[in-house]
């Protein structure tokens, strides 16, 4: 059927819509066209019934603004500009939207509502107390936000007011970048960055393709080839190009980098328009860079922020980490704490003042307004005082610490030079630092194999042609060498396909010389996507067939006997991971029409004849065995008049605007059938570096993994027995299409195997014990993507849940999973299913690929090797990584020491606050609740801001309580905080307990001190400020030594810091005193410290009431030093030969190591 053309569209502006063909006037066309002819009359029929036209998500763009007739029946449709916006804010928008966003937080509302009602009600303290640190800490964050978005701006001016090269009337007229139109021609030149989604016109080559790397895009540095259309492929001068008419068709701008859908329509005087199929090669995206050509011309068809780069702006979903949901939790029980802390204190005043003389005494007697007042308000103002007075037990400046330690603790992991790869001159990379701490906490770990474990450098080694094995011992001059050959036929027919059924291209190095035939092959160089192609072609090129590139349609070979061959190639099948496999369909140089497929055998096998598979599948199954990747190859001659057929189905579909994939999908389908097996392939790729040891140490540290992959099964097993996921003594458990069969009865026979390893599973590893995989029988499941979907979506919907069930257990329980022939969905699919079993075990998933992206985006955390299969992976990941040997180091040591940092700063945190507010709490039954406060103001808004701030700081970001090397030593220390043990109940209640403790000893200690006697030789006794200075004091010495006496690794910055906000405590306090200042002397505070410290009995107490503070913690190290000296570990060295006893101590606190 013939495939019917658009009626052309007239210019209406900047853009233009097609009017609901119902309504449509007839639209005038060149003569040759009338309005009324047959042909019309048959697209218009064509548009109404058969569907193919769907205008709803296309866009239609006059190429060069030219109209394509005097009239038309199309409106305006109004495109954006080519200004790129990535700023957040504008100049009138910043206060109102940053401020909004601020205290979206809880944590900033809750304090915001207090500071209001230190404000409205009469309160004990001064709205400056919470007000200031409130304020302190929403003036840093908007200064923070508001340099990082006039940096935005500042990129965003300089790509917008960038120079370009328009092309109008034939000429080239330079403009800014935002002043760029969707129609416009641009002229782009070598090196320079592309300002807006252009498709692809016309450039200086003669073959009509340029060179193009989109590193900025995603990470790829390798040159890629876009190509022209050849109807538009020789208009490569300004002229030329301002007399193309035409019209380009397209999908409405949406993200995916790889995926473009469009036709171009062009007009000739007197013709029918000629439409094309505008495909991904065909698209330049905006920030991609032109290399090795001179100039191109390209059509604007998305601009702004409507370009793929722009739409690539939004962020992932967001992840949260453990700590964080367990500071959520802890901060609700002492929002519940300082709630029970206030109703206490309301009650307790009224029981008090329930008598008269107490509530109204003579000599202060209530006002006629106090005795007017409401009773149960003013107990709801009583409360709300009382919880403005206790509020400081909520650390605000907690959340600013977390994030300053999430932020500069992410530049270690991209410092340390263990994990830079000198190959590629590249380090570790932090996409996020939210979750620094999660990597002290996985549980499973999710691996692709291709890339990921091996190298994804390939290597021919052999194939098999007609059932006979050929080896890689060849040569130019000698052939083959062999016991038993196939027929020369057969061998040259195969060594063809191999240079055929390919997309690779040729880069040449040198381009003077490469007209030169002999010059070319030396500089030459195979450029593709895919590493296995490379090699099948490098392995070709050493039995005498060379692939001498493309030109003009042809693909040149050069055979053994150094004659020149060209092909025609008519139509490229492209590979897809639904089908796994490729084709090309050639016209052979005697004019015979023929199909070459490759690919995998499972997608091979089914469409080629029984009889020739079986001396095929001997050599691909043993093949898998020894570890290679294999690929089988096969072909079908096509007539001339089946050939017409097919031409016209494909260039139907690849016209369609909707669902072209899907249209593409089933003509292929079509296409590869009845196809005569030629032979197989074997492809090595060889194990990453220090693999087998990271894997053994990730086992060894608790962790299960889990090999996710597409390969077959033979493939995937002999890899992972080489990498020591299975090793010789682990049985294997296999729910495989070989052992569950494909008749109609196979989910019987799956159900009935599924039974019998589960009860075997829960024979061997009883359930109460946490990780008791580690020390029972091994057991590797092993299970295809054909099963998997078999158990997920089973054919009688009542099984679903059951089989999940069982089949979930039996993964939980297995040491080890390989899943092969896995899709991308399906691999999302397993993670998610973890993911969300019991307990929610953390997870991590770690892929090179685009096909792991969906993995790496459904496990908590997800890792991208920088591979060779792209940078897509990277892109989308948390962490990038050079190599899989860098995740030893990533999860043992950084995430160890990550997620002890900030679970010390946390509890820390809480610590220290309720030392600090308890006594206040204390303090009120001796006031007769009359919500005075101990501290002076000064010191309630400066505790968490300047006097305790900086040594957690830094204790938070340099801590090393076992060093990096033990933990990289002895994986097993990585058990000792997993499953949030720092974080969880036993710990919390330590650290409470303590501050309630410290608080006590604080407060009563002054009391006793206090209460009868005289600090001064007058005999005058001390007034409540020196009573809370004194507490001050041994409040802020306290928590400072107790952070001193858990640190382990000791740096110059840690002795300013901790010894630094002592002296600077103490220097606060004369300055604040008058002593260093005198204009302070009409305050109240004047001369308190400097007369408290006059005293001996003071500096006795303060002593004192530290070393009492101390002395549990101080018990607790001596006692877990004890109890470890009995309990040594002996362990030798074989790099030294030496004896060396490590002693290792975990306490609810802290953790410790000696040697």
């Known amino acids: 059927a013939r495939r019917s053309v658009p009626s052309p569209p007239q210019r209406l502006g900047g853009g233009l819509r097609s009017v609901p063909l119902a309504r449509r006037e007839p639209a005038a066309s060149p003569p040759a066209r009338r309005c009324g002819s047959p042909t019309m009359l048959r697209r218009t029929i064509n548009r109404f019934f058969t569907g193919e036209e769907k205008r709803v998500g296309t866009r239609t763009i006059l190429v060069g603004h030219r109209p394509v007739s005097e009239t038309g029946a199309y409106v305006l449709q109004k495109f954006c500009d080519n200004k790129i916006i990535s700023s957040k804010y504008t100049v009138w928008n910043f206060l109102p939207k940053n401020l909004f966003e601020q205290f979206r937080r809880i944590a900033n509302f809750y304090f915001l509502i207090i500071f209001l009602v230190q404000v409205i009600v009469d309160t004990p303290t001064s709205p400056v107390t919470s007000g200031l640190p409130l304020f302190f800490v929403i003036i840093v964050t908007a200064i923070k936000q508001g340099y990082e978005d006039w940096l935005r701006h500042r990129a965003d001016r300089e790509v917008n007011k960038s120079t370009v090269f328009v092309i109008e009337d034939g000429k080239r007229v330079k403009k800014d970048c935002d002043a760029i139109q969707v129609g416009d021609i641009v002229e782009v030149t070598t090196d320079e960055t592309f300002p807006c989604d252009l498709v692809f016109l016309a450039s200086s080559s003669k073959d009509g393709t340029c060179y193009v790397t989109t590193a900025s895009l995603d990470g790829e540095s390798n040159f890629k080839t876009h190509y022209t259309v050849q109807d538009t492929a020789k208009l490569s001068t300004c002229q030329a190009i301002d007399c193309l008419t ?61 370009t793929k780069m722009a739409l690539n702006y939004q962020g992932k979903s967001q992840k949260r980490s453990a700590v964080e949901k367990s500071i959520n939790v802890f901060l609700v029980v002492y929002l519940f704490i300082l709630v029970g802390k206030a109703v206490v204190c309301t009650t307790m005043k009224y029981f008090w ?20 007042t409401f009773k149960l308000l003013r107990m709801f103002t009583d409360f709300l005082s009382f919880m403005v007075l206790f509020n400081f037990i909520i650390p605000v400046s907690m959340y600013v610490t977390v994030e300053m330690q999430k932020f500069l603790g992410s530049f270690f992991i991209s410092w340390d030079k263990e994990m830079y790869d000198e190959n590629t001159k590249e380090g570790a990379l932090v996409n996020t630092s939210d979750l620094n701490e999660e990597l002290g906490q996985v549980e499973y770990v999710f691996s692709d194999k291709t890339g990921t474990l091996t190298e994804n450098t390939m290597e021919f080694i052999e194939c098999s042609i007609d059932g006979y094995k050929y080896n890689s011992a060849m040569t130019e001059v ?20 191999l240079c055929l059924c390919h997309t690779v291209q040729i880069q040449h190095r040198d381009k003077v010389d ?12 195979y450029v593709s996507s895919s590493p296995d192609e490379i090699a099948l072609l490098t392995g070709a090129k050493k039995y005498g067939f060379t692939f001498l590139g493309q030109e003009n349609g042809f693909m040149k070979i050069q055979n053994n006997n150094k004659e020149i061959e060209r092909y025609e190639l008519l139509h490229v099948l492209d590979f897809d991971c639904v089908r796994r496999r490729m084709s090309v369909i050639v016209r052979m140089p005697s004019g015979k029409i023929v199909l070459f497929c490759k690919g995998a055998d499972s997608s091979v096998f089914s469409r080629v004849a029984v009889s020739e598979i079986m001396k095929t599948k001997v050599h691909v199954e043993r093949n898998a065995m020894d570890g290679y990747r294999t690929l089988c190859v096969a072909f079908k001659e096509i007539s001339e008049s089946d050939y017409l057929k097919v031409s016209d189905s494909i260039k139907e579909a690849s016209m369609a605007l909707q669902d072209r994939e899907a249209k593409m999908a089933v003509i292929f389908d079509e296409i590869e059938r009845d196809m005569h097996l030629i032979g197989s392939t074997a492809v090595e790729d060889r194990l990453q570096e220090n693999a087998a040891e990271t894997i053994e140490a990730l086992h060894a540290a608790g962790m299960k993994i889990w090999v996710l992959t597409g390969d077959k099964m033979e493939t995937a097993m002999a890899t992972c027995y080489a990498c020591r996921l299975f090793q010789a003594n682990t049985e294997l458990l296999l729910l495989t299409t070989k052992t569950v069969g494909e008749d109609h009865h196979k989910e019987e026979r799956l159900y009935k195997l599924m039974m019998e390893y589960h009860k075997k599973l829960m024979n061997d590893m009883p359930e109460d014990i946490k990780r008791s995989w580690i020390h029972s ?47 991308p969905l399906q691999k999302a699919q397993i993670v998610r299913m973890v993911k969300y079993s019991k307990g ?5 998933a770690i892929g090179d690929g685009a096909n792991d992206v969906s993995m790496i985006l459904e496990a908590h955390v997800g890792i991208g090797i920088k591979g060779k299969e792209g940078r897509q992976a990277a892109r989308n990941s948390d962490y990038a990584i050079p190599k899989f040997k860098d995740l030893k180091r990533l999860l043992l040591a950084h995430g160890h020491l990550y997620y002890v940092r900030i679970s010390h700063l946390v509890q820390y945190f809480f610590y220290k606050n309720l030392c600090f507010i308890f006594p206040q709490f204390l303090y009120q039954f001796f006031c007769g609740f009359s919500q005075q406060p101990l501290y002076d103001a000064a010191y309630l808004t400066m505790f968490n801001i300047c006097f305790t701030s900086l040594p957690i700081v830094a204790y938070s970001l340099l801590e090393q309580h076992i060093p990096i090397d033990t933990l990289m030593s002895f994986p097993k220390l990585y058990m000792n905080v997993s499953d949030n043990a720092m974080l969880q109940l036993k710990p919390f209640l330590y650290w409470t307990c303590l501050g309630l403790f410290d608080g006590f000893v604080f407060f009563f200690g002054g009391y006793f ?46 002795h300013f810091v901790i010894w630094g906000s002592l002296a600077f405590y103490v220097f606060f306090s004369f300055f604040w005193g008058g002593i260093l200042w005198p204009f302070l002397k009409h305050q109240r505070m004047y001369f308190v410290f400097a007369q408290l410290l006059s005293s001996v009995s003071t500096w006795l107490a303060i002593f004192l009431l530290i070393f009492i503070s101390l002395f549990p913690e101080m018990i607790m190290i001596i006692f877990k030093n004890t109890k470890r000296k009995s309990h040594q570990v002996t362990r030798r060295l074989p790099s030294s030969g030496t004896s060396t006893v490590f002693m290792l101590s975990q306490t609810s606190s802290n953790h410790s190591f000696s040697e």
């Open 840 to 844: 929610n075990p953390i997870t991590l």
């Open 777 to 823: 029988h091994e057991y590797g499941l092993v299970i295809d993507g054909t099963t998997l979907t078999l158990i997920l979506n089973p054919s009688q919907e009542s099984y679903s849940g059951h089989y999940r069930n069982i089949f979930q257990q039996i993964c939980l329980k297995s040491t080890a999973v390989l899943c092969c022939r896995m899709a």
């Open 1009 to 1054: 001190l206090f209460v009868d006697a005289s600090l001064e030789d007058n005999g005058k006794m001390a007034g409540n400020w020196s009573f809370g200075t004194m507490i001050f004091t041994v409040l802020v010495f306290t928590v400072t030594l107790k952070l001193a006496l858990d640190t382990r690794f000791w740096t110059w910055l840690n």
């Open 353 to 372: 003042i329930s008598e008269h003389s107490v509530d109204a005494p003579w000599y202060n007697q209530k006002t006629q307004r106090e005795r007017e």
């Open 478 to 497: 000698d052939g083959l060498k062999y016991y038993e050959k196939a027929e020369k036929s057969q061998e040259e027919l195969f060594l063809r396909a």
């Open 246 to 306: 035409a019209t380009i068709e397209c999908e409405q701008p949406q993200p995916d980098l790889y995926k473009f859908v469009g036709r171009i329509n062009i007009y000739k005087d007197n013709q029918e328009p000629v439409a094309r199929a505008l495909g991904p090669d065909n698209l330049l995206l905006k920030g991609a860079t032109l290399k090795t050509t001179h100039k191109i011309y390209g059509v604007a068809v998305y601009t702004g922020m409507e």
């Open 514 to 525: 490469s007209g030169k035939s002999h010059q070319e092959t030396i500089a030459q160089k």
